[in-house]
DNA sequence: TTGAAAGCGCTACCAG
DNA sequence: CTGGTAGCGCTTTCAA
């Protein structure tokens, strides 16, 4: 492959003046331009981006750490990344596989090697000492999904108490009075804070949630139809049950409507994320949209602005996200 | 960051000693290697991958070329590169946002200026003749759902034209007489022949598909639901229509169920890629299974062969996969 | 087993 | 406006 040395030679100028168009550098004269652009078009040159980076000290790269690809909340996170660095010219780094603290690490070890000018991290797994200590390391890190006080400025992301009560507004508005809720076995701080919400709200109206139709799973699909039946089982009625995500609301209304129980009429079922998948169910899913992509996005610019010369102090920057509403077709007013 | 100079001068040993321990080089004693390791701890010390790329010439990485992340089926693909780069440690970079032959080609000169050694690039928009010389240029880059003559070794394609005729043998053994068809109206290979094959099989059994019984929409759950419409509008009747893709046939049971149509009892619907989205529709959506994931492994493979060392000459290499049949709940025998 | 030194391809600084 | 040149951080001979 030509190096930027054959165009110089075959062009008969300097590598300093081939480097000049290559990087529009100024004062080049009309003739040198048209001379090196021939001469790289002819021998097909393109610049190596490594060296590029390795004399720079910018990699133009945009790290992104999720757990996996398939989940099409974390490729939205994803798109929300790359969008930005098409926007600024920069290339998407991808890190995926992570399922402990120790992979989690590694991901963010790659990237750090790979000297990623910054990196938007969904990490579940790495305590918060270890994340403040790596934020303070690599100043383009950005953490997405996750809320460390001592970083605040660093992080981006979802309101999931407030997410639980807004849930429980929209189902109380609606006339409900008896509720579910199904919640993922995964006690990270999501599920946790979502149901807390969900009850405190509740109970500050004076209504209170039955421990027996509090049901956690697996969050899937298969997840929600277990839980739904574990609620059925119980015997106890409900009308409206608030499920963690889409993918277990969608197998909740599944369960429901295999056992005679028609959504919405007889039960409303809202769910959370508003995923793809929530736009496809019949009935269409209720639910509380969580602008992962624009989130993404908004981490991305930080990251950005973060390792750009001029760092503006923008601590006052809105980095909290609240959850919307979005009523589609699973839940109405109670019945009767 | 510190660099190797920083370890050796304070580990007291030369730059050499520092590289061979860091790359498990030979002839390294253990006095070195502990008091090494110890200081690259202390220092904190990562290696440069840009420096160590563009002194071995070879990036450790692999690169992506799709049109976005959300779909999907293409997140899939991508997953299936990332597990093959997982696997031999190397790193994805990913170029999305790919709408015209120009955007695509941008995509891929990106990642050959980051001198990706291996490239599985998607692309529908550049010419035979482009990639052609791209591939030959290229030694990495392998082309996955598409299949070219040329350099057929290099490609990882599915059989639309057969999977047309599973879909076809399928609907016929479930007894059914009369067919629709709903297509993409994008006219690439893949509606194309997955149409073709789905004609000429009924064709080989006496079998016509009428001309109006064939609608061609946007490959989405909308795109599905207009052409339902229409082909509802023509007054034809049909037990059994054959869909593009998954998120289009549910789109066509939506529309469906909604003119009291049941599924699959009065019309059978067979979709085709077997994404997600189909184990949670309803009635569970009978599809033909596109195996991207285990594709992009493979493509991923090739490239990884492509380059290594031993270029061993397996042109009798398995490249062409078959669609399967998955069987849900949305076909069944013909009612009557 | 170790060190010195020559680059990898490029940018940026300094002269001219 | 142009050329010479010193590295960026690392690997890899070649000698010692």
Redesign the pocket.
Known sequence: ????????RVA????????????N?????????EKVTKVMADLN????????A????KSTTLGVVIPDLVDPFFASLAQGVEIVARQKDMQLLLSTGLVTAETEMQAINLLI?RRCDVMVVHSKKLSDQVLIELANKVPGLVLIDRYIEEIAQRCVWLDNLEGGKIAARHLLALEHKSFACISSKYQIDDPLLRLKGFQDELKSTGVMLDAQLIEFGEPTLQGGEIATQKLLASGKRFSAVFVYNDAMAIGAISTLEDNGFKVPSDISVLGFDDVLLSRYSRPKLSTLNYPVEEMAMHAANIGIELVSKQATKNNDKHCKYIPRLVKRESTSFKAG
């Open positions: 492959m030509a190096t930027i040395k054959d165009v110089a008969g100028v300097s590598v300093a003046s081939v480097s000049r168009v290559l990087n550098g100024p004062k080049v004269s009309k003739a040198t331009i040159y393109s610049p190596n981006a490594n060296a590029r390795l004399v720079t000290q090697e």
